[in-house]
Nanobody, 119 residues
Framework: VQLQASGGGLVQPGGSLRLSCAAS????????MNWYRQAPGKQRELVAA???????NYADSVKGRFTISRDNAKNTVYLQMDTLKPEDTAVYYC??????????????WGRGTLVTVSS
């Protein structure tokens, strides 16, 4: 099983970006999918989470600006980021609790994608 994140880049303050994270491989089911971020010199923090049923949870710092969603048919989770601020600059990572076809459940991580908010 692999998770592949994409969509990062450079954006001006107030702008928007959409991150995607696609899971592939021998997947039986995916439970929670999450987005984390790690800014330079800081610990990794949970940004947003979504269950298989669509229930969501957000860090206070992004509530009202970021939206997490998922397409279960595509095994993909998205993070729509609006009204971006310089403090949103970080490497963003996706993770997913995946049950593979051998019925083993593991929390997988994707490689990070860099988001830079700067004028």
């Amino acid at each position: 099983v692999q998770l592949q994140a994409s969509g990062g880049g450079l954006v001006q303050p107030g702008g928007s970006l959409r991150l995607s994270c696609a899971a592939s491989g021998s997947i039986f089911s995916i439970n929670a999918m999450n987005w984390y971020r790690q800014a330079p010199g800081k610990q990794r923090e949970l940004v947003a989470a979504i269950t298989s049923g669509g229930n969501t949870n957000y860090a206070d710092s992004v509530k009202g600006r970021f939206t997490i969603s998922r397409d279960n048919a595509k095994n993909t989770v998205y993070l729509q980021m609006d009204t971006l601020k310089p403090e949103d600059t970080a490497v963003y990572y996706c993770s997913g609790v995946v049950t593979n076809t051998a019925r083993a459940t593991t929390n997988y991580w994707g490689r990070g994608t860099l988001v830079t908010v700067s004028s």
